[in-house]
């Protein structure tokens, strides 16, 4: 495999104004780490790639790159690009190895980090870093947040997550799991405990509903909740998946490794206006799932979905409509059913805490920092912006850390 990588590293044009950076939401030096790794300075490339990105490991394996780093490389024009992102799990996957974590905890900056989703593990490796004392409030059973309990595992070993957190209590930081904030331990208590701030990287873990009769029969499921533990699902034989973003494909491409014989997404649209990645779609295709397109789920029942027929036009915005044809409902057979529309934040932190405003999808309300409406709570991740990529978490959050930085060296003498 190394042999593979040094020949791809080498196909690298050093572009003096390399597009593949600038496709890079946390703008990786792409240039000098295939320079680095050349070179023989892969620690050198792996510190590098971690202060810049904390989960550069996990981005490596479940960015789109089709569509930033790889997608923006000039080879890519006319041939195949660079393959980046095995370069770039190489280097952090043998960083990880040698990496010695230090930190001098500093009296007085002490955070709370509320989640331990990309956007908690990341502000809590930046701000332990810089002396402070970080306390993750978890409520699973393990660390990782969507990357453990929303990404496959033949997508994102599981693996990699434990070693996160070794490194993570190496660097000091405590980890209470099995703790939802709200309930019982409220944000008020967080403070009254001396916690100076307090992050929410709660993620979206609420299912949204299609909201049609037969939803809440016994062989209907939420994507979000199937993907957490598929092993205690017995679906049958046959599965159809209402919906189709990256993670419908995720669900699809589980079921068929986890013995469903028939896995079918049903979708209101084309191919063409199907919301996953192209790159995940074709793989679902591999792995032999059917799409059954131009359908709309009308009822789910005991023996499956019943839809109606649909057709597509331009509105006069451009859009893209697709609207149901009359005398055209038919049942889909299938043993089970799995929707994966879209999910939200629950709502266990808001409802407990008071100063804190969302928005009209139920997610927190915070400025480009982070900062929520209430003073020294923050907030980024998918519990702001709605489900993104693990590299736009990434992005924001450290912005974020900065802002908590900022806002507790202000206020550590009050």
Known sequence: MQRGLIDEGKRCLKCANPRCSKGCPVNTSIKDMINMFLNGEIQAAGEMLFENNPLSLVCSLVCPHERQCEG????????????????????????????????????????????????????????????????????HDKIGGVLMYGIPEFRLPKAILSRFKNKMVEMGIKIRPNTMIGPVLTIDDLFRDGYKAVFIG???????????????????HYAIDYLKNPDVYDLGNSLCIIGAGNVAMDVARTALRNGVKTVSIMYRGDMGSITADKNEVELAKVDGVKFELYKLPMEITDEGVIYQETVTYQAENGVEVFVP???????????????????GPRANIISTTKGIEIDNKGLVATDLSGRTTRAGVFASGDVVTGAKTVVEAV????NVADAIDEYVLSNMDK
């Open 72 to 139: 923006n490389c000039v080879l890519g024009i006319k041939g195949t690009p660079v393959n980046i992102s095995a370069i770039e799990n190489y280097i952090s996957d043998y960083y990880m190895n040698f990496m010695k974590p230090s930190y001098e905890k500093i009296k007085g900056k002490k955070v709370a980090i509320i989640g331990s989703g990309p956007a908690g593990i990341t502000i809590a490796f930046i701000l332990a870093s810089r002396g402070y004392d970080v306390t993750v409030f978890e409520a």
């Open 202 to 220: 709660t993620g979206v873990w609420k299912p949204k509903a299609l909201a049609i009769k037969g939803e809440s029969l016994g062989h209907v």
């Open 325 to 343: 044809i009359e005398d055209t409902k038919e049942l889909f057979k299938t043993d089970s059913v799995i929707i994966s529309i879209s999910q």
């Open 395 to 398: 992005r924001l959050s450290k």
